[in-house]
Each structure stands twice: as structure tokens, then as C-alpha cells.
């Protein structure tokens, strides 16, 4: 297993590594245990503005 290295374009990125977990997941996550996230912004059902400042 590999170490991620980051560029320096903070002062705390400088030494900054991370595990690269490319040996051990695949790239794409499986489709059928993946469900899509919903977001409405505060829209009712006709999609109007119910709740304010979401979005």
C-alpha cells in the first residue's frame, strides 16, 4: 500500500501523506449499495420555497 504525497500550497500540506488505498478498493462503489442523496432545499412537494435560507 502506497502514501499519497500532497503539494505544498499551504503551510499544512507541506508534510502532509495520506494511506493510498488503490491495492485495496476499487475505484467505483458498488451500484446496488449505492442510493442517491436527495436534496430538496426546502421545497415542498410543488417545489416551492417552504424553508428559508436552505439553499
Request: glycine share 10%; aromatic share 8%.
Amino acid at each position: 500500500m502506497g502514501i499519497k504525497r500532497y503539494k505544498p500550497y499551504t503551510p499544512g500540506r507541506r508534510f502532509m501523506a495520506t494511506p493510498d488505498f488503490s491495492e485495496v478498493t476499487k475505484k467505483a462503489p458498488e451500484r446496488t449499495l449505492v442510493k442517491p442523496l436527495n436534496s430538496k432545499a426546502g421545497r415542498n412537494s410543488l417545489g416551492r420555497v417552504t424553508i428559508r435560507r436552505r439553499g
